[in-house]
C-alpha cells in the first residue's frame, strides 16, 4: 500500500500536529444562574452540577473559573412571583437585583465579558417571551419593553446582550436603543436559530420560567426546519447582530453548519440544559466515561462550526485542560 492514513496517526505527537479542531476554554461561556439573598446555593435537581447562586457566593464561582481560564459568562435571573407582571416591568427597574449584580460582578472583575438575557419570561407572569394578550404573543408590542430591558443592561455592564425571545425585529430594534444611548459598542449576541425544543426543561426548572399556558412555537422555531435559519441569519445581520447563535446545539450541529458557511459573523451555540443533563444522566449511570465523552461532545460542536459555545460544562471543561485530563 502506498497510501496508509495510519501513519499520521501513529504517535500522540503525530496526532496532535494535525489535529484539525481545537477548543479552548476562551470558545467557551458559562452559563449561571442567579437569585436574590445570600448565601444561597440550590443545586437545579434536573442539572446536576449546576446552581441557583446568590451574589455574594456566585463572586466566589466567578473566581474560581477566572482561575481557570473562564472569562465569559452568561446570566440567567431566577425571578420572585412577587416581582413579575405581564409587562416585565421588573427587567428594568433600577433596584431589580440582576442589574445589581451585573455592576457589582463588573467592579469586582472588570476583565470578564457579561452576557445578558434579554425576554420577557423571566419577568412575565405569564411565562412567555413576549406580551400576551387574549392568549396571542403580540411582536411589535413587545419590542419596546425588550428595548428598555438591553439599555437598563447595558447601563449596568453587561458586554454582550442576548436577545432569545425570537420576536421579529428585536435585533434591529434594540441596535437603535442601544446607540441611540451611546452603547455603540456594546454587541448584541443574537438568538438567531432558537428552536421550540424538548430539551429546554432543566432550564426552565431552574428559572420557573415555563409559559403559564400555550407554548413557544408561535415564535421559537420548528425542528423540521432548517433553511429558516438562513432567513433569519440573513435578518439578523441586517439588523445589525455581531454573534448569531443557534440553540440547542448538538441536535443541530447540522444548523451550526448551514450559517458557518453562510456568514461571515462569529458563530455561537447554546449547549442546553437538556442536552447536557442526558449525558450526565448516562455518566452517573455507568453508561458513559465523564472525562471522555463530555469533552467529545464539546468538540463535535465546535468542529460543526461554532466559534462560541455556550455550555454547563465550561468550568469542568477548563478544569480537565488544567489538570492534563484533555490536551489542546
Not at 484539525?20 to 452559563?31: A, H, K, M
Amino acid at each position: 500500500m502506498l497510501v496508509r492514513p495510519r501513519r499520521n496517526r501513529v504517535s500522540s505527537t503525530i496526532r496532535d500536529m494535525v489535529k484539525e479542531t481545537i477548543l479552548r476554554p476562551s470558545n467557551l461561556i458559562y452559563p449561571l444562574f442567579l437569585v436574590d439573598g445570600e448565601n444561597i446555593k440550590i443545586e437545579v435537581k434536573s442539572l446536576p452540577g449546576n446552581y441557583r447562586w446568590s451574589l455574594d457566593l456566585l463572586l466566589g464561582e466567578i473566581s474560581d473559573c477566572i482561575a481557570l481560564g473562564i472569562k465569559s459568562f452568561v446570566l440567567f435571573p431566577a425571578v420572585d412571583d412577587r416581582h413579575k407582571n405581564s409587562t416585565a416591568t421588573y427587567s428594568y427597574n433600577d433596584n431589580n437585583f440582576y442589574l445589581q449584580a451585573i455592576k457589582t460582578i463588573k467592579q469586582k472583575f472588570p476583565e470578564v465579558c457579561l452576557m445578558s438575557d434579554v425576554a420577557m419570561d423571566p419577568y412575565s407572569s405569564d411565562g412567555h417571551d413576549g406580551l400576551v394578550r387574549d392568549g396571542k404573543i403580540l411582536n411589535d408590542e413587545t419590542l419596546p419593553i425588550l428595548g428598555k430591558m438591553a439599555v437598563a443592561q447595558a447601563e449596568a455592564g453587561i458586554d454582550i446582550i442576548g436577545p432569545s425571545d425570537m420576536m421579529d425585529g428585536r435585533v434591529g430594534y434594540i441596535r437603535e436603543e442601544l446607540d441611540e444611548h451611546g452603547f455603540k459598542d456594546v454587541a448584541i449576541m443574537s438568538y438567531t436559530a432558537k428552536y421550540a425544543s424538548a430539551f429546554y426543561g432543566p432550564f426552565r426548572d431552574a428559572l420557573d420560567s415555563a409559559p403559564k399556558a400555550g407554548d413557544k412555537k408561535s415564535y421559537q422555531m420548528d425542528p423540521a426546519n432548517s433553511t429558516e435559519a438562513l432567513r433569519e441569519a440573513e435578518l439578523d445581520t441586517i439588523e445589525g447582530a455581531d454573534y448569531l447563535m443557534i440553540k440547542p446545539a448538538l441536535n443541530y450541529l447540522d444548523i451550526i453548519q448551514l450559517l458557518k458557511q453562510n456568514s461571515d459573523l462569529p458563530i455561537a451555540a447554546y449547549h442546553v440544559s437538556g442536552e447536557c443533563a442526558m449525558l450526565t444522566a448516562a455518566v452517573n449511570n455507568g453508561w458513559l466515561d465523564y472525562k471522555t465523552a463530555m469533552p467529545e461532545a464539546l468538540l463535535s460542536i465546535k468542529r460543526a462550526g461554532a466559534d462560541v459555545i455556550i455550555t454547563y460544562f465550561a468550568k469542568e471543561y477548563a478544569r480537565f485542560i488544567k489538570e492534563g485530563i484533555v490536551k489542546l
